[in-house]
């Protein structure tokens, strides 16, 4: 019996270690512009070469999920876009909505 509670109870310790904690709060938005570089339809991403985002990050090229499959299908290799960065409390997960196209490069 000793042998089964050990395990039982090794078993619960290491569930509760292996849980994150969660950090909650509010999505953080910030306005990116842009132009697109290449587009990868089996994952739904754009790499875009943004501009400096104010309080977020520098001008780097970096790909984005999009979250609108409607606003996917509308991109374009060459596209100048404007958009809003949607970033998760713990900022681990982002993607890019409300994607305005400024000058298609068409």
Known sequence: M??????VLLALTLTA???KQEISGPERHY???GKVIAIDTAHQTATIDAAA???????????????????FNRLHVGDK???TVNVS????QYNL????????GR
């Open 17 to 19: 270690c292996s849980h």
């Open 97 to 104: 909505s409300g994607i305005q196209t400024q000058n298609a």
């Open 53 to 71: 985002i104010p309080d977020f990050m520098e001008a780097m090229t970096m790909d984005y999920p999009i979250r609108s499959r409607d606003e």
């Open 31 to 33: 306005t990116l512009t």
């Open 89 to 92: 409390a713990t900022g681990e």
């Open 2 to 7: 000793r042998p089964i509670l050990s395990a």
């Open 81 to 83: 876009i404007k958009g």
